[in-house]
């Protein structure tokens, strides 16, 4: 009859294993099946591979880098009402996210720097007005734009590794319209892409132009129906959900999964504006993990 292993074996092989575990198999796991990781763990500074491309975005000229310049914020900044729309992904409406005050002063401020909006692939820029037909602006970080970046911040619980980019204001005139697409680019494991969204309505002296997500279900509550278009003549609006263009108020979603593939349901349009003129606010977070041993 077989005998059992002495108590001080198991130990001696525990001594072993352990160490084995820890230092060659967890980290060989991690490389085969990096979707085990979050993005949403500390675990994440180890996700990017070695030969990604470092700091490639990290520059002002696409980012808001932390220069410690000081700024000051209105005191009701923060006054806004939060409403979920879905878990998953994360989708949330923000009531009142900027006061009418900012929203003015983000219309008047980008007047004078529209220029027509691009569509890219990733490598390259072209005007394309049968995709989009809009004119877009880059904001200047004033104190408006910085408190509007610590607000976005917040929001998402200061989470390492993102980075608000610079803020571009979008301007549509009668049919004016961005086709559906998705603001992610499945560019993660190449160094980044962008986590979340923020759309926000400056100004909507407009009819049309609702922010259409034809993937996402339509919430049982009417009382969501002060923000989304409830009944509609038009067919191709009654798939999914539309959001009416709202002063002030904004529409939050997660683009990622966290494993860093891209969500599906945040494919998403902005419909012809019939008549008058509608302008939106795109926050875009970046997330850029740093490489490998090398800590923000
Ligand atoms: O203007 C809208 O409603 C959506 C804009 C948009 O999706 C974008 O600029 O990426
Ligand atoms: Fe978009």
Known sequence: MASLPKLSTVVSWLLYLVPIYLFILDPLMRQIFPGSVSIYSDDADDLLPDD??????????????????????PDAADGYRVHLLSREPLVMYLENFLSDAEADHLVNVSVDKYAPSIVTDGKTERLDSSIRLSDR????????????????????????????????????NASGHYRHHYDWSGSWARGGDRVSTFMVYLGADCTGGGTNFPRLSMPRGKQWCRFLECEGDDAEKKQGITFKPIKGNAIFWENLRPDGSGYPETWHAAYPVTSGTKVGLNIWSWYQPPRRGRKA
Do not use: K
């Not at 491309?53 to 310049?69: A, K, R, T, W």
């Not at 989470?159 to 608000?164: C, M, Q, S, V």
């Open 137 to 172: 602006a880059l904001l200047d970080r004033d104190d408006t734009v910085r408190c509007l970046e610590d607000r976005a911040r917040a929001f998402q619980g200061w989470r390492p590794h993102l980075y608000i980019e610079r803020m571009w204001a979008q301007r549509y």
């Open 52 to 73: 990604a491309p470092s700091g490639l975005n990290l520059n002002d000229s696409f980012i808001c880098l932390e220069d410690g310049v000081p700024f000051s914020c």
